[in-house]
Nanobody, 121 residues
């Protein structure tokens, strides 16, 4: 089970920290990722992190502004979002896969419930 939290309303240029708590599984056995979905748009990949944290991947739209990390001892995934823009407004989902890498939502079998991030201009 994955439980995302930390969303909210923030002004453009602000920051938010999203968390995703995992339970009922060996967290370190999974490649983890964040996706987001805006109204009327497809769910898109935001960032991914390998099982050990050694491999990190970002969508071009968030590179340099967002940082993904994980704490395997705490079974928790994070997404530090900075320099937020109105176009970052979306529901953010954490997801897990047994693959070693993916940026395709079809490869992820476990999903959190989503947390709303709204960036005002």
């Amino acid at each position: 089970q994955l439980q995302a939290s930390g969303g909210g309303l923030v002004q453009a240029g602000g920051s938010l920290l999203l968390s995703c708590a995992a339970s009922g599984r060996t967290f370190s056995n999974y490649y983890m990722a964040w996706f987001r979905q805006s109204p009327g748009k497809e769910r898109e990949f935001v960032a991914g992190i390998s099982r050990t944290g050694a491999g990190i991947y970002y969508a071009d739209s968030v590179k340099g502004r967002f940082t993904i990390s994980r704490d395997n001892a705490k079974n928790t995934l994070y997404l530090q979002m900075s320099s937020l823009k109105p176009e970052d407004t979306a529901v953010y989902y954490c997801a897990a896969t047994t693959r070693y890498y993916s940026d395709s939502q079809a490869d992820f079998g476990s999903w959190g419930q989503g947390t709303q991030v709204t960036v005002s201009s």
